[in-house]
């Protein structure tokens, strides 16, 4: 899940909305709603606003549980503090929750209290944040989204634009079809290549690994190196087995 550019609200709701291309995409399957269809529901026709809305709530409508056992480096939770969250989204009482997971009622209204601590700490962080990003002073290099899902951050994923765009002319010898000349060695310059490389794929396709190595043979001609490390870096999930590959 992509949280950079994010609001909370738009984290809540469970889609997103491209401007460029006018789509709706749900966050959980991938489906998308293009603007200026109609789409079928239930009987009835919907425009694609409504349509993404009615898709999320009937199709994933327990959002919480999906947040809270998201596959993110992001996610920091640790197991109790996820099966305390769900219970208390159900409206447990504190006596029922403690009961359920062998706690006393006391060590429940303590985590009430820690939880509503977290979040004020967390809503003046952010518009703290917020406001030193609105007043970044002019040359200053803007900082790319953390490319890649892997657990552990640290330097390689620290990436301004202008060194995005020095790699990717350094590495491709095309970027309109992308075709790349060599795969770097340094770890940063590898994360840029990979990310690429991503755009190239759609979101919400399983692709065989047939199909997979088709496409990456298109940009660059060892393909089993690329495919690799998409997995590698967390930018593709697949099965054990590796019959099917997808973005993470």
């Given at each position: 899940m992509d949280l950079d550019t994010r609001s909370v609200d738009a984290i809540k709701r469970g889609y997103r909305f491209d401007?460029?291309?006018?789509t709706y995409t749900c966050d959980l399957c991938g489906a998308t709603f293009e603007e200026g269809e109609v789409f079928p529901v239930g009987?009835?026709?919907?425009?694609?606003?409504?349509?993404?809305?009615?898709?999320?709530?009937?199709?994933?409508?327990?959002?919480?549980?999906?947040?809270?056992?998201?596959?993110?480096?992001?996610?920091?939770?640790?197991?109790?503090?996820?099966?305390?969250?769900?219970?208390?989204?159900?409206?447990?009482s504190d006596k029922e929750i403690a009961w359920r997971l062998d706690i006393s009622p006391s060590t429940v209204r303590h985590q009430r209290f820690t939880f509503?601590?977290?979040?004020?700490?967390?809503?003046?962080?952010?518009?703290?944040?917020?406001?030193?990003?609105?007043?970044?002073?002019?040359?200053?290099?803007?900082?790319?989204?953390?490319?890649?899902?892997?657990?552990?951050?640290?330097d390689r994923f620290v990436i301004t634009e202008g060194e995005r765009d020095k790699v990717l002319q350094a590495e491709f010898a095309s970027l309109s079809p992308l075709r790349l000349k060599r795969f770097p060695g340094k770890e940063k310059k590898k994360i840029v290549v990979l990310a690429k490389i991503v755009e190239?794929?759609?979101?919400?396709?399983?692709?065989?690994?047939?199909?997979?190595?088709?496409?990456?043979?298109?940009?660059?001609?060892d393909h089993a190196i690329i495919r690799r490390y998409l997995v590698d870096y967390g930018f593709m999930q697949r099965t054990e087995n590796g019959s099917a590959y997808w973005l993470a």
């Open positions: 401007e460029t291309s006018r009987g009835r026709f919907f425009d694609a606003s409504r349509a993404i809305r009615f898709h999320v709530e009937t199709g994933h409508p327990d959002r919480v549980r999906q947040l809270l056992y998201a596959e993110s480096k992001y996610n920091t939770l640790t197991e109790n503090q996820k099966e305390l969250l769900s219970l208390m989204y159900a409206n447990e509503r601590e977290k979040a004020k700490q967390a809503k003046l962080f952010l518009a703290l944040y917020e406001l030193v990003a609105e007043k970044k002073e002019t040359g200053s290099e803007s900082m790319l989204p953390i490319l890649g899902n892997v657990e552990k951050l640290d190239q794929l759609e979101q919400g396709r399983r692709y065989s690994e047939k199909e997979l190595n088709a496409l990456l043979s298109e940009i660059y001609d």
